[in-house]
């Protein structure tokens, strides 16, 4: 009996964190990866939307209220990059939002609520 070694790589979902505070931004990446996923972060949309281009995440963690580019900002910018249009976000904020996103997570969050929203948006 031939048996051929499958080269198959378990390749961990990659998140994208797009937060201004420092704290709440080490914070989510940290459970992240404890999660097993695989994470980078910015501080502001214009830095989230070149780290977006540049590693292809498979969910985004998006706050509203930033310096540089906001969040409204970034997802009409992201909306409009046929790479990106579809990657799920999920905002995360204080704020009512009138985004077209595919969660809401409302500041401030249990990090279970936040998970689950991540687990159903990378399946």
Known sequence: MEMFAANVSFSPRRVLVIEDDPEMRDALVEVLKLEGY???????????????RRQHPNVILLDLMMPVMSGWEFRAQQKRDPHLATVPVIVMSAFDNDLDVDESVPKPFTLEDMLDAVRRCAA
């Not at 695989?38 to 977006?52: I, K, M, R």
Request: charged share 20%; no cysteine; net charge negative.
């Open 38 to 52: 695989e994470v980078s972060s910015a501080a502001d949309g214009a830095a989230g939307l070149q780290d977006a």
